[in-house]
């Protein structure tokens, strides 16, 4: 069954065709973040306007690198929600004009369900249930992963999401939009035990987290420090110090959290997703711990770490192979929707 | 496919439009006959539209594959509604190999005002001026002048976003003989206008489109139809 996959809920424009016997056979994703970075984050309108400009052409792309025609596909799948609505109804008119003309089922994608999933693209995916780590700059959540549509989530970010937490303590410090990996490059260079940057949520049970506090003590050390007279060279080492700090500060976090959630589940594998997964110390950091615990790490490929249409077509793939699809013809977008009201597909008849 | 800039757009022609207040469809049969379906209901284009294509297809007894060419309102309107017809035309023209005719907005309200004059038994002279005007929200107008030739309007210089005020002193400079469109019931300082003409109640509508793009020979492909938005300005950049 061949799926073609829509992703247009934020400023990535991702179009994918998955085959539920042979795989990913085409993907194509174009980046709005160019566009947005004179503003300082993203623009819903521009985005919206992008998208109806790079999607089609996209999906036509996809096609011809799969050597397929529109008639050969069986099913489409694209992002309802949670997202931008304006954003949203642009991949979801798309899909469902090309299901309708097709006369080809279609499904509604969650697109944290496609980050959930996303590990299944792998070549050495791992095996249900698991938890997964979803960090990004929209979310930060411990899911448990009992099967295709059973989530229940475990913890989550009180306020900021530990990906916005890293672009905006970079804002903070004048690195450019999206700041969280020039930050995380920073941080390589710098000394994480210079300031004493708190661990917020540590010593309270639960596995709910918060890193806004982490962004206002970032900013009481930046303010207060470089207002003394600093050498070119102090002051980029001041922001790689203070860099390495907060990072620091984020990773124990997540790691200490990660931990709490598998001796309270007794899961043993652990899946890290979202753009927040590509960062280099939480992947040692979080191997070393699992390493010691005797359980396994899994950490998709970078490419489909951050959004992309891949894991909408999958996640679109496998909800269709069980027999899920749209009964309605609407062009059907969720901007709000909670991933614990999925349903696993044959419970849904 | 092979659309070309001379052949006139074959029927059964579908033409989509959801651009303004009301989502609307049509079907032009090769007989020349025109169905159409709407609904006014607010911020539910979305929700209705495949339901009303389905029932027109179904009233005129044909199937889907058998559609020949399609037709899109491009706006200027609400920037989600075009976007909602811009890519909805998208798929169905990539799906089913269709062209697409492209149709402006203001065309179809202006279309929409003169078939209004004339059903009051005012027939236009050639050279007839009217003015299409929609409502742009935040203070400002969607508004193109358009002439009567004798046989179709034809566009008198580009479209434009306009405040109230320029509208105004436009008119005022080069009257027109009529305006038209939604703008006239929002912005009360336009009925201050000499025009002879005023027709709030001329809109947009798909069976305006279809009439409208069955006499323009520009066929597009898929990836070519993009909205018409008229207002750039979408934000602020920060300094």
């Given at each position: 069954?061949?799926?073609?996959g829509?992703?247009?809920?934020?400023d990535?424009?991702?179009?994918?065709?998955?085959?539920?016997?042979?795989?990913?056979?085409?993907?194509?994703?174009?980046?709005?973040?160019?566009?947005?970075?004179?503003?300082?984050?993203?623009?819903p309108?521009?985005?919206s306007?992008d998208?109806?400009?790079?999607?089609?052409?996209?999906?036509?792309?996809?096609?011809?690198?799969?050597?397929?025609?529109?008639?050969?596909?069986?099913?489409?799948?694209?992002?309802?929600?949670?997202?931008?609505?304006g954003?949203?109804?642009?991949?979801?008119?798309?899909?469902?004009?090309?299901?309708?003309?097709?006369?080809?089922?279609?499904?509604?994608?969650?697109?944290?369900?496609?980050?959930?999933?996303?590990?299944l693209?792998?070549?050495?995916?791992?095996?249900?249930?698991?938890?997964?780590?979803?960090?990004?700059?929209?979310?930060?959540?411990?899911?448990?992963?009992?099967?295709l549509?059973?989530?229940?989530?475990?913890?989550?970010?009180?306020?900021?999401?530990?990906?916005?937490?890293?672009?905006?303590?970079?804002?903070?410090?004048?690195?450019?939009?999206?700041?969280?990996?020039?930050?995380?490059?920073?941080?390589?260079?710098?000394?994480?035990?210079?300031f004493d940057?708190?661990?917020?949520?540590?010593?309270?049970?639960?596995?709910?987290?918060?890193?806004s506090?982490?962004?206002?003590?970032?900013?009481?050390?930046w303010?207060?420090?470089?207002?003394?007279a600093?050498?070119?060279?102090?002051?980029?080492?001041?922001?790689?110090?203070?860099?390495?700090?907060?990072?620091?500060?984020?990773?124990?976090?997540?790691?200490?959290?990660?931990?709490?959630?598998?001796?309270?589940?007794?899961?043993?594998?652990?899946?890290?997703?979202?753009?927040?997964?590509?960062?280099?110390?939480?992947?040692?950091?979080?191997?070393?711990?699992?390493?010691?615990?005797?359980?396994?790490?899994?950490?998709?490929?970078?490419?489909?770490?951050?959004d992309?249409?891949?894991?909408?077509?999958?996640?679109?793939?496998?909800?269709?192979?069980?027999?899920?699809?749209?009964?309605?013809?609407?062009?059907?977008?969720?901007?709000?929707w909670?991933l614990?009201?999925?349903?696993r597909?044959?419970?849904?008849? | 496919?092979?659309?070309?800039?001379k052949?006139?757009?074959?029927?059964?022609?579908?033409?989509?439009?959801?651009?303004?207040?009301?989502?609307?469809?049509?079907?032009?049969?090769?007989?020349?006959?025109?169905?159409?379906?709407?609904?006014?209901?607010?911020?539910?284009?979305?929700?209705?539209?495949f339901?009303?294509?389905?029932?027109?297809?179904?009233?005129?007894?044909?199937?889907?594959?058998?559609?020949?060419?399609?037709?899109?309102?491009?706006?200027?309107?609400?920037?989600?509604?075009?976007?909602?017809?811009?890519?909805?035309?998208?798929?169905?023209?990539?799906?089913?190999?269709?062209?697409?005719?492209?149709?402006?907005?203001?065309?179809?309200?202006?279309?929409?005002?003169?078939?209004?004059?004339?059903?009051q038994?005012?027939?236009?002279?050639?050279?007839?001026?009217?003015?299409?005007?929609?409502?742009?929200?935040?203070?400002?107008i969607?508004?193109?002048?358009?002439?009567?030739?004798?046989?179709?309007?034809?566009?008198?210089?580009?479209?434009?976003?306009?405040s109230?005020?320029?509208?105004?002193?436009?008119?005022?400079?080069?009257?027109?003989?009529?305006?038209?469109?939604?703008?006239?019931?929002?912005?009360?300082?336009?009925?201050?206008?000499p025009?002879a003409?005023?027709?709030p109640?001329?809109?947009?509508?798909?069976?305006?489109?279809?009439?409208?793009?069955?006499?323009?020979?520009?066929?597009?492909?898929?990836?070519?139809?993009?909205?018409?938005?008229?207002?750039?300005?979408?934000?602020?950049?920060?300094?």
């Amino acid at each position: 069954m061949k799926v073609l996959g829509i992703e247009t809920s934020c400023d990535e424009t991702g179009i994918a065709i998955y085959d539920t016997q042979a795989g990913l056979l085409a993907e194509q994703l174009y980046s709005q973040v160019d566009l947005h970075a004179c503003y300082g984050g993203v623009v819903p309108e521009l985005a919206s306007r992008d998208h109806v400009r790079k999607a089609m052409p996209l999906v036509q792309e996809c096609l011809q690198a799969a050597h397929l025609e529109f008639s050969d596909l069986d099913g489409v799948a694209w992002t309802a929600g949670p997202g931008l609505a304006g954003a949203l109804l642009v991949g979801a008119s798309l899909g469902q004009s090309l299901a309708w003309a097709l006369d080809v089922p279609a499904v509604a994608v969650h697109h944290m369900e496609g980050h959930l999933l996303a590990p299944l693209l792998g070549s050495d995916p791992p095996a249900f249930p698991f938890l997964s780590l979803l960090v990004s700059g929209g979310h930060t959540l411990l899911v448990e992963v009992k099967a295709l549509g059973d989530y229940t989530v475990l913890g989550d970010t009180l306020d900021d999401a530990a990906g916005e937490a890293f672009d905006k303590t970079a804002k903070l410090m004048g690195l450019p939009y999206p700041g969280g990996k020039a930050l995380a490059e920073l941080a390589e260079k710098g000394n994480p035990q210079r300031f004493d940057f708190p661990r917020p949520m540590m010593n309270r049970p639960g596995l709910d987290m918060s890193f806004s506090g982490l962004k206002t003590f970032t900013r009481v050390i930046w303010e207060k420090q470089r207002t003394q007279a600093l050498t070119a060279g102090e002051l980029e080492q001041l922001k790689a110090d203070i860099a390495a700090g907060f990072q620091e500060a984020v990773i124990d976090t997540l790691v200490k959290k990660c931990q709490r959630a598998l001796k309270q589940t007794g899961l043993k594998r652990l899946v890290v997703a979202g753009g927040v997964s590509a960062n280099r110390s939480l992947r040692e950091r979080l191997q070393t711990t699992w390493k010691h615990h005797g359980g396994q790490v899994y950490f998709p490929p970078v490419a489909w770490c951050t959004d992309n249409g891949a894991m909408i077509a999958l996640a679109g793939a496998l909800r269709l192979q069980v027999g899920q699809r749209k009964t309605d013809s609407a062009i059907e977008i969720h901007p709000r929707w909670s991933l614990e009201s999925l349903n696993r597909p044959e419970a849904e008849g | 496919m092979n659309p070309t800039n001379k052949s006139l757009p074959p029927a059964p022609l579908l033409a989509l439009d959801t651009a303004t207040e009301s989502c609307s469809v049509a079907l032009t049969l090769p007989s020349g006959q025109c169905l159409s379906r709407d609904t006014d209901i607010p911020r539910q284009h979305s929700q209705v539209l495949f339901t009303l294509i389905d029932q027109l297809l179904e009233e005129a007894g044909i199937q889907k594959s058998e559609l020949a060419c399609l037709a899109c309102g491009i706006g200027p309107g609400t920037f989600t509604g075009v976007r909602i017809a811009v890519a909805v035309a998208q798929g169905l023209a990539a799906a089913l190999n269709l062209p697409i005719v492209p149709v402006s907005n203001l065309l179809a309200v202006a279309q929409d005002g003169y078939e209004q004059l004339a059903a009051q038994g005012i027939a236009p002279p050639p050279g007839f001026r009217l003015r299409a005007v929609i409502d742009a929200r935040m203070h400002e107008i969607y508004s193109a002048v358009f002439h009567w030739d004798g046989s179709a309007l034809q566009q008198t210089g580009k479209e434009q976003l306009l405040s109230a005020k320029q509208l105004l002193q436009k008119e005022t400079q080069h009257p027109s003989d009529c305006l038209a469109g939604n703008a006239l019931t929002v912005f009360d300082e336009l009925s201050t206008l000499p025009s002879a003409s005023m027709l709030p109640a001329a809109r947009s509508h798909a069976r305006t489109i279809a009439k409208l793009a069955a006499g323009q020979p520009r066929l597009v492909e898929p990836t070519s139809l993009q909205p018409a938005y008229l207002r750039q300005q979408v934000t602020h950049q920060k300094t």
